[in-house]
């Protein structure tokens, strides 16, 4: 249950979501548009794994406030 709260895991449903929602209901998003979000949620997953990996090998955790 606790990996349902995981902000990388939401980023990459809500993106997918995104593609299959603009196929399906024809939001009418051009192919530019979803490949910058393509390209902005990898670009936080890498940088989240990052900061991750860096947090697990010093055994800490950072916290961001909402």
Do not use: F
């Amino acid at each position: 249950m606790e990996k349902l709260k995981s902000r990388k895991l939401w980023a990459m449903i809500v993106s997918a979501a995104t593609y299959a929602l603009n196929d399906a209901l024809s939001l009418g998003m051009s192919d530019e548009t979803l490949n910058r979000l393509s390209v902005a949620v990898v670009g936080y997953l890498i940088a989240q794994g990052v900061v991750d990996a860096v947090a697990a090998r010093n055994n800490t955790v950072y916290v961001t406030e909402h």
